[in-house]
């Protein structure tokens, strides 16, 4: 798990809420990734942030967002107008725009009531 | 034994076996690739990557090759122990199209190993 850190490590959700899952990193790693993984399949990548203040969506960020106010933290929101929001969300970070290799955080899996 | 990637995403070998899991990518712009190891209910970690300019690296006990004419990445676990046992993942970084967009890795679907005692 390294210096990534997520919290909490399951989250329970309720119909038309929102919640808010944490990611924080101190590896000074420039980049930082979000990526959903539903069971018995692969990561698909939600949004990244290569530098503060910016960010891009990925290829599911429908019903998602996210913040990078500093360059350690980079939170993301699980929104109602995500459907169906029951999956294991991975963080991750990177050294630099050379570096390529990520690093994973723990992970949280997020349950519907 | 040896995976054939989407086909047949899951391994089964005797402990102290070599152990290959293989991978094809999809995209020929593809300078970097990365083969991680995923526990149940947990991160991926990372195992060993190999840069588009070689063809073979190698680790303590793994080995990663690199086909880039296939467009086919493998690799290799020497004496597969049972603590080997996980889900397998290759990824590929691609650059994005712009300075600001950066790279980002593409996930393959994983192979699960399972080392029999």
């Known amino acids: 798990d390294g210096g990534i850190t997520q919290s909490p490590k399951y989250l329970f959700r309720k119909e038309g809420q929102n919640v808010t899952l944490s990611c924080e990193q101190n590896?000074?790693?420039?980049?930082m990734y979000w990526y959903r993984q539903d069971p018995g399949q692969g990561l698909r990548l939600i949004y990244y942030s290569q530098i503060v203040n910016d960010f891009q969506k990925g290829d599911i960020a429908e019903g998602y967002s996210v913040s990078r106010e500093k360059k350690e933290s980079f939170p993301l929101t699980v929104t109602s107008a995500q459907k169906n929001p029951t999956a294991f969300y991975l963080c991750?970070?990177?050294?630099?725009?050379?570096?390529?290799?990520?690093?994973f955080g723990p992970g949280t899996r997020l349950l519907v009531l | 034994g040896e995976s054939v990637g989407l086909h047949l995403p899951t391994l089964s070998v005797q402990e102290g076996d070599n152990s290959i899991i293989n991978c094809a990518y999809s995209?020929?712009?593809?300078?970097?690739f990365i083969w991680y190891k995923q526990e149940s209910g947990k991160g991926p970690q990372f195992i060993i990557d190999i840069r588009s300019n070689m063809d073979k690296r190698q680790g303590q006990r793994v080995t990663v090759l690199l086909n880039k004419t296939v467009k086919h990445l493998s690799l290799q676990i020497a004496a597969t122990q049972p603590g080997d046992s996980a889900v397998y993942f290759c990824a590929e970084n691609i650059h994005g199209l712009s300075e600001t967009s950066g790279s980002r890795l593409t996930f393959g679907e994983g192979t699960q190993l399972t080392v029999n005692p």
């Open positions: 991750a970070s990177r050294e630099g725009r050379v570096q390529e290799t990520q690093y």
């Open positions: 995209n020929s712009a593809s300078d970097y």
């Open positions: 590896l000074n790693h420039d980049a």
